[in-house]
């Protein structure tokens, strides 16, 4: 079993920073993908971010590019999400999630389906 635990999370006001990270876990944790979403109250669970664990290439939603960046360091199973510029519509519960290398998925990245472990979440709250 695999498992991601979030840390990071907090109160910042427009315009601020914060950094998350992601620690995985677990005898079998070989992803091909790790991604962040976040789910903020009343709306569906979306995409921020994906980066492949071993090339390192990422991706990120329109609404956080240039703002967010996504990083791993494979030694430590940690996936990192800096967030710059953050703005109140970020304010949300951002999780991170893992897929496994070796079951063939058709979903991309951003999909949620895709991903087979999930962390508990952390809240980020921005204030304006």
């Known amino acids: 079993q695999v498992q991601l635990v979030e840390s990071g999370g907090g109160l910042v006001q427009a315009g601020g920073s914060l950094r998350l990270s992601c620690a995985a876990s677990?005898?079998?944790?070989?992803?091909?993908?790790m991604g962040w979403f976040r789910q903020a109250p009343g709306k569906e669970r979306e995409f921020v971010a994906a980066?492949?664990?071993?090339?390192?290439?990422?991706y990120h939603a329109d609404s956080v590019k240039g703002r967010f960046a996504t990083s791993r360091d494979n030694a430590k199973n940690t996936v990192y999400l800096q967030m710059n510029s953050l703005k109140p519509e970020d304010t949300a519960v951002y999780y991170c999630?893992?897929?496994?290398?070796?079951?063939?998925?058709?979903?991309?990245?951003?999909?949620?389906?895709?991903?087979?472990?999930w962390g508990q979440g952390t809240q980020v709250t921005v204030s304006s």
């Open positions: 980066i492949n664990w071993s090339l390192g290439s990422t």
């Open positions: 999630a893992a897929d496994h290398l070796y079951v063939p998925r058709r979903e991309t990245f951003s999909d949620t389906a895709r991903y087979d472990y």
């Open positions: 677990g005898r079998t944790f070989s992803p091909s993908t």
